[in-house]
């Protein structure tokens, strides 16, 4: 590390206007794209390097960086005041965010969430500026049973996400795996479960579920509550955290960026799988297990800072390898190649006048989302006091877009549509959608890598347990759900105690 030619680029970055705009529109627009279900941080990226064809490479890239920063952060926004995530990294916000909503605390929540995802974002980047050589090397060592077994851990946070009933939790778990098996065998190519449609030869595509899950089913909500409960304007207020709630939350934003910077230095993870397993451990490590999914500051504060930390570690084997870490810096993968930039080693060696900048722009863009989220906060709040027969058709609107946006399909829709209703007769009966979700993202990973572990080993299931990587994920993955379930089994007979 040249920290003379760190300090330079900080200069360059910060005392060029030009520079500074950039990544102050690119954070602002990735704000907005994040916010809208399913315009995701990859789709406002890959639609915005057509504009940077023509500026020099580190102007783009600063203003690409700035929609993947806000993007990510972005769609915690429509998780807490509309219970859709605006991208499937917030997915896990929405279980403590919108409850917080619902206690007139959303003001509270959007400030925790900015916080947390500048905290995040900012340990992500300085570990992706000083230590991503170190980082790589471990990535490397990564293969179909690491990765499976990396697949296992995060399944097991469906103990943390399965609501009041672990039963229930684990069969719509099973069932969301079933689900993500629709479609080409990702190993022979034979179609599975198409029932004959076209359609469904590529499988249940992810942002149309997410979409259906949370989006239309929290319409179908709103449609039952406008005939049983009338509007009430709440006062939006208390906006920047205090200090005591900053420091109830600390301990768990810097365990879960640290999390999340690991999960997202991986290639093929992803800010979701960051968020769900930072959740997954904040649950199972609360002295208060239970209060989970009711609306607390650590649910929000554990995915967003999860979820951020991962857009710095997932730049990570990007820059060093030339290997996305997920879809977002595949986009900018190929912005770095059409700007005449092969990622990798040779980067570091004859580019460093565009790898330090990347870093400062890194470090600065997580500075001006901390600004523009608190200053936007309170207009972003105040979209709960919108009347709820204006709200609904608003969401209902959004969300056909958004599963619409994914493929240019009316049969993703349809499906959307389908699964929202589903997710509203499953929640009426206290099914926990969330296990399904969690499901769809890594059920995929976890049979390719399962199935191609067992081809290497030529059937031998100890290959998983031979190999130190994934032999310690997977025996921590399962002391994790044993002290999880235990803890939250404890805590939920406590709590009954006391009601009686």
Not at 110 to 136: H, N
Request: hydrophobic share 50%; proline share 5%.
């Amino acid at each position: 590390m040249d920290f003379q030619l760190l300090y330079e680029a900080f200069s360059t970055v910060l005392l060029d206007p030009i520079n500074f705009l950039y990544v102050f529109l690119g954070i602002t627009g990735g704000i907005i794209v994040g916010a809208l279900p399913g315009l995701t941080a990859t789709m406002g990226c890959a639609l915005l390097i057509p504009f940077t064809f023509g500026r020099p490479p580190v102007q783009g890239l600063l203003m690409l960086l700035g929609i993947f920063c806000g993007g990510i952060y972005g769609g915690s926004i429509s998780s807490i005041l509309i219970r859709t995530p605006g991208t499937p990294s917030a997915a896990a916000t929405v279980l403590d965010g919108y409850p917080l909503t619902q206690k007139g605390l959303a003001g509270k929540a959007i400030g925790v969430a900015t916080v947390a995802s500048f905290l995040g974002g900012t340990i992500g980047a300085l570990v992706m500026t000083f230590l991503s050589p170190q980082i790589a090397k471990f990535g490397l060592r990564f293969g179909p049973s690491e990765f499976f077994a990396l697949a296992f851990f995060g399944l097991g946070m469906i103990v943390t996400v399965s609501g009041r009933s672990l039963l229930k939790g684990v069969m719509t778990a099973l069932f969301g795996l079933l689900i993500s098996t629709i479609g080409f065998d990702p190993l022979s190519g034979v179609a599975r479960f198409t029932f004959g449609s076209r359609n469904l030869l590529g499988g249940v595509t992810f942002i149309p579920a997410l979409i259906g899950l949370f989006g239309y089913a929290q319409v179908f909500r709103n449609i039952e509550k406008m005939q049983l409960v009338p509007h009430v304007k709440s006062k939006i207020e208390h906006i920047l955290p205090t200090f005591q709630e900053i420091r109830s939350v600390l301990g768990t934003i810097f365990k879960s960026a640290l999390i999340g910077t690991f999960i997202g230095s991986v290639p093929g993870t992803g800010c979701e799988v960051a968020a769900f397993v930072s959740y997954g451990e904040a649950k199972r490590s609360s002295d208060h297990p239970e209060k989970f999914g009711t609306g607390v500051l650590q649910g929000v504060a554990a995915p967003e800072a999860g979820n951020n930390g991962a857009t710095g570690g997932a730049m990570i084997p990007m820059l060093t390898l030339g290997v996305p870490g997920d879809a977002v810096t595949a986009v900018l993968l190929g912005a770095l190649t059409i700007h005449g930039l092969q990622p990798g080693p040779m980067l570091f060696r004859d580019h460093l006048d565009v790898i330090y900048p990347i870093f400062a722009g890194m470090i600065m863009a997580q500075f001006i989302l901390l600004i523009v989220g608190l200053s936007g906060a309170k207009l972003f709040a105040s979209i709960i006091n919108i009347d709820r027969r204006i709200l609904t058709p608003v969401i209902f609107f959004l969300c056909v877009v958004g599963s619409y946006s994914m493929r240019f399909s009316f049969f993703d829709v349809g499906l959307s549509l389908v699964i929202g209703l589903l997710a509203y007769f499953m929640e009426y009966y206290d099914y926990s959608v969330s296990p399904i979700l969690l499901a769809l993202i890594l059920g995929p990973m976890a049979e390719q890598n399962l199935r191609r572990a067992l081809i290497i080993s030529h059937g031998d299931p100890l290959i998983f347990f031979k190999r130190p990587i994934s032999a310690t994920l997977i025996a921590v993955a399962v002391l994790m759900m044993v002290s999880s379930y235990y803890r939250i089994k404890k805590s939920m007979e406590k709590e009954a105690r006391k009601e009686l």
